[in-house]
């Protein structure tokens, strides 16, 4: 790892030699060599696995999303593990597919009270508005040892707010008191191609979990704390984002017959032979050369590095273990 | 357009006489109040209309693509005017969908000298690498009158440089000297969902334009100046976006029989019947409106507005002229 944080240095050091400089490495290179150490591996049980009915050649449609850990969105992510546990998702539908934007899913009827699937009783409805966190870090060193949001804070701007970063292989935004001895920060996550979040109705109404939602376009920031994000798609996500488009408002399917079966929701443990999935640690020394790689591609394909990169520009790697 | 122009002041003035403000409009609601002035028409000329071969189902997917206009990308739009004019990409394919990425078409063997459709002789190949354009704006007052990237320069920050903003309705970048007298500019076209671009090989080889690509993610924004932008999907990029997504590598189609045959590829000129398309202009006020609010949701839903806007989630409206 220590190899892996000195990529500048090393370059320097040739430059200064009159040798020529070794080719910068592609971020799928640098993923690619990144040490098993670098892999967090994803509880089973912190994913999701959604089967959709196989398509008309008759191929399975596998989806696994990966549920956001504490502090963020706990009560939805509560809430969704009961359904899930409880295969109530089974037998739902996706429903709407809105090109550059969202594909959705759950109950068809969940609209209308006299034929919506009943949820569990131990689903809440009606969650607090808790759609960003306040989160202290304790300043252990002079200067403030990093927290979360500080651990990978970009070098770049950002269109909407102050500041963004990964959190723990999840990429936040948040505003940071930097005058404040313990670091208050209100932090929350963004919507990024392949976010899963809860689709809700007008405030107060927060949604249950229940109804469920993926970007498949350009992220709709926009929707940052205004909806619960509760995980991402980290496999399959094609299965949804190449679905015909849905031709009434929103993207909704017209007829239902158009709406795509779900055939079952499982909670990973429940799922035999599931892969184990990992993602790249956001702390790692591979993730920051592959962040400053994606910012400043100078492999050869490239004339002008671009300088920056906005946040859902930098997606966290994830694999299944090899 | 004055009173479309005066938003903010008429909230104000609601506001202090303790009347209830007036609800906010959605970006769509401004949009679809926009008066007929503020739409920009589009040359049938300036469109590039695709015919896939129909779907499983006997459903025509046509393509409509908007050339960019000068200064931006002109050998490469040249170029592509004369092989729409021969008809030479009749009977090309579809050839990579890559998720989150991108939809590139043309000849399939266009790697294989061999097997290679020929190019009409006046296509130029070895373009200059004129990925953005140098411009200048002359003061012709005090304050120095907006120039194409001054127009509707954005309030808000982007992550890669240091402009954004609107140039006769596309989305542009650029490098302005604000100490010259005449603001030298250096400005290119970005690469938000729906952006046509110029299949290259690597560097000095540019493209001709015969291989073309769009965006059907998150804006690859580090392709910028690295890639001739030549246009946009104004109609129908659901029947690209919704592909099934290629399995080799870069989201090629590994067999031939997975392509999607292109049935006709004609300038707008020759399509008889073709709708008017129009834009709205990006000089307009109700332009001005509609990226406020797109930036600012006021509307029920949001509880939260975002207070900025990255430029490709402010995408210019187009509509077929009702």
Redesign the interface.
């Known amino acids: 790892m220590k190899m892996l944080a000195l990529p500048f240095a090393a370059l320097a050091l040739a430059a200064a030699a009159g040798a020529s400089p070794p080719r910068a490495r592609t971020p799928g290179e640098i993923v690619a060599a990144a040490p098993a150490a670098d892999w967090v591996t994803i509880a089973a049980d912190d994913l999701i696995v959604m089967d959709l009915a196989p398509d008309?050649d008759g191929n399975g449609r596998c989806i696994v999303i990966q549920l956001i850990p504490p502090p963020f969105s706990e009560g939805w992510v509560g809430n969704i593990r009961t359904p899930a546990a409880a295969h109530w998702w089974d037998g739902t539908s996706v429903n709407r597919?809105q090109?550059?934007y969202v594909v959705q899913w759950g109950d068809a009827n969940g609209e209308d009270k006299a034929k919506a699937k009943r949820l569990p009783s131990s689903v809440f409805n009606g969650l607090p508005?808790e759609?960003s966190m306040g989160i202290s870090y304790a300043c252990m060193s002079e200067p403030c040892k990093p927290g979360p949001v500080h651990e990978r804070r970009m070098p770049?701007?950002?269109?909407?707010?102050a500041e963004v970063g990964f959190s723990s292989g999840w990429p936040v935004a948040g505003k940071i008191d930097e005058g404040s001895s313990t670091h208050d920060s209100e932090v929350w996550p963004v919507h990024?191609?392949?976010m899963v979040g809860v689709g809700r109705d007008?405030?107060p109404d927060t949604g249950t979990g229940a109804e469920l939602y993926t970007v498949i376009?350009?992220?709709?920031?926009?929707l940052?704390?205004?909806i619960a994000l509760v995980g991402r798609v980290i496999a399959g996500?094609?299965h949804l984002?190449?679905?015909?488009?849905g031709t009434g408002p929103l993207g909704f399917y017209e007829k239902p017959g158009q709406r795509v079966p779900i055939v079952s929701v499982r909670l990973g443990g429940e799922v035999a032979g599931l892969a184990r999935y990992q993602f790249l640690s956001t702390e790692s020394a591979s993730f920051a050369d592959y962040a400053d790689a994606?910012?400043n591609?100078r492999d050869?394909?490239?004339?002008?590095?671009?300088?920056?990169?906005?946040?859902?520009?930098i997606?966290v790697p994830v694999r299944a273990e090899p």
Not at 241 to 245: F, I, K, Q, V, Y
Not at 300 to 313: T, V
Request: glycine share 8%; proline share 10%.
């Open positions: 008309r597919v090109d550059n508005q759609y770049f701007r950002d269109s909407y707010v990024c191609y392949g007008m405030p376009g350009h992220a709709p920031r926009h940052d704390r205004n996500i094609e984002s190449s679905l015909p488009r994606r910012a591609r050869a394909f490239f004339i002008q590095p671009a300088g920056g990169a906005d946040i859902c520009n997606p």
